[in-house]
């Protein structure tokens, strides 16, 4: 089956050299895709959960009684939100990751610095999706009315429980929305962690149809299909989750 | 907290000289009046007179610029108070229930136990099942509020502030957003409450009400306590042109 499978595209590739589907019928070309696959996907995964973690954090302090806070948190927002990301993924890159302290590697002489270039993308990307996830829990939290933070407040709640327990899953209910298109946005804009050479899924891709030119259209079409399943997926998992969240009787 | 001092012989709410200012607009103007354990009082008076905005310092939801509001001998208008200490003692339910919508009526009931007393949620669900009883809602305990009438939310809201055990319950227009039919069946639940001797202060329209629950009746106006008196003096024997105009277009 599996053989019939790999002489089909090799049978393809010598037929019409233009459709190559070279990860098809060679297997190191194989193992290059599976491990672009890895990367994206724990690049994805990590951003996501980071990035949602620094919108609900942002959304709390935005709310602190400290104005030097509010700034901050201001200030943190307009810088990833009005700048490129891919010029954000090289400044931490390349100029932060200047002072960040190496250790020496496991071969005894090299040096190793404590934050790889992986480390630096999901920082990075999650910290920019981390800011549209802020003003997108803000959002949210504006559209639980103060009153019903008030009964809470009444009821001798303090304002980090109200946060927790109303605030927050009221919030989340109306950001699902606008939420999930960011998380889309996010999956997407891991492709760009290919400028500080993390070997994610267009790294591989390009380094394939460097090497086989007659496999680039090929591995075009295999990196839309990738996202396409992996963008997909997650919608899909959103729509379920705001589904399960839905309140009977509550919004629409 | 200097509560130690207080017995049930001193006033349960002590009120003297409150003053309470939204930016330049004054709305309470020196108000001062006592309330007994035990006691119902009603506040009544024309929109904008500052009744809500009274009730609302008593638990410390809005703050005074001057003058004494003391709970079981708790200071209200002190920078040091541990709101905590007085919200466990003073219940509140406003005129728009505020339940949390996200959460059934049951859990509504028992979700500050829980959460700020840190009682076991076995016992808190006991007591929060008696509670929805007593308020006549029995087989709706895993109805979500958007399920349920004005009238029905209305009453899980008395449940859930009565599940902190307060000694003292204010009521900020409670009925004000209900459709009539509803309006009674929440008016018995807080005289079944008052007759159970819980000391209650109550911002109201409904005159009826108050003149059949009240034990003590203040008209305020302009940010002043205008004329108060017990229901059947106040009622038949009011001597302030502003109170005779009031009831004259409210009865």
Redesign the interface.
């Known amino acids: 089956m599996l053989e019939a499978f790999i002489e089909f595209f090799r049978q393809l590739a010598d037929d019409y050299p233009r459709w190559n589907f070279i990860f098809f019928h060679e297997p190191r070309q194989w193992a290059r895709i599976v491990k672009g696959l890895q990367y994206t996907l724990v690049l994805s995964i990590a951003c996501v959960i980071f990035s949602v973690i620094i919108g609900v954090v942002g959304a709390w302090l935005q709310s602190s009684p400290s104005k030097l806070v509010r700034h901050i948190v201001q200030g943190y927002i307009q810088f990833f939100r009005n700048t490129p990301p891919f010029v954000q993924l090289l400044f931490f890159y390349f100029a932060l990751g200047q002072f960040t302290p190496s250790i020496t590697g496991p071969d005894g002489w090299t040096e190793v610095p404590i934050i790889s270039n992986v480390g630096w993308a999901i920082i990075s990307l999650s910290f920019f999706a981390g800011a549209f996830n802020v003003e997108i829990f803000r959002s949210g939290i504006e559209a639980v ?1 103060e ?2 933070q ?9 304002r980090l ?1 109200t946060y927790k ?2 605030v927050l ?2 919030a989340f ?1 109306v950001s699902l929305p606008a939420l999930n298109n960011n998380l889309v946005n996010l999956v997407k804009t891991t492709t760009q962690a290919i400028g500080i050479a993390v070997p994610e899924l267009l790294y591989q891709s390009v380094s394939i149809w460097s090497d086989y030119p007659s496999a680039q259209y090929p591995t075009m079409l295999l990196l839309f299909i990738s996202f396409i399943v992996i963008v997909g997926v997650l919608v899909l998992g959103m729509h379920r989750w705001e589904k399960a969240m839905h ?4 919004g629409a | 907290m200097p509560t130690d001092n207080w017995t049930d012989s001193q006033p349960i709410v002590s009120i003297k000289d409150v003053h309470k200012s939204f930016g330049d607009l004054e709305v309470l103007k020196g108000i001062s009046f006592d309330v007994m354990k035990g006691e119902v009082v009603c506040i009544i008076g024309p929109s904008g007179s500052g009744k809500s905005t009274l009730i609302r310092c008593i638990n410390a939801l809005n703050d005074i610029q001057k003058g004494s509001i003391k709970v079981e001998g708790i200071e209200v208008h002190d920078k040091h108070l541990n709101k905590l200490e007085l919200r466990k003692k003073v219940g509140m339910v406003f005129q728009q229930y505020n339940l949390f919508p996200h959460k059934t009526a049951l859990e509504n009931v028992m979700m500050a136990p829980i959460k700020v007393l840190k009682e076991s949620p076995a016992e808190v669900e006991a007591k929060a099942r008696d509670l929805i009883e007593k308020v006549r809602l029995q087989g709706k305990e895993n109805s979500y509020p958007g399920e349920l009438s004005g009238g029905q939310q209305q009453r899980v809201a008395i449940a859930r502030s009565l599940a902190m055990n307060p000694d003292i319950m204010l009521f900020d227009e409670v009925t004000a957003a209900l459709d009539p039919e509803t309006v009674k069946e929440v008016l018995v639940t807080i005289k079944d409450l008052a007759e159970d001797g819980m000391t209650c202060m109550l911002v109201t329209h409904e005159m009826g009400f108050a003149k059949e629950i009240a034990d003590h009746i203040y008209f305020t106006d302009r940010g002043v306590i205008v004329e108060h008196g017990p229901p059947a003096t106040f009622f038949e024997q009011a001597k302030d042109e502003r109170t005779k105009e009031f009831l004259s277009q409210i009865l």
């Open positions: 009315p009153s019903t008030e009964a809470a407040e009444a009821l001798g709640f303090s429980q327990e109303i899953p009221l209910r309140i009977p009787g509550y």
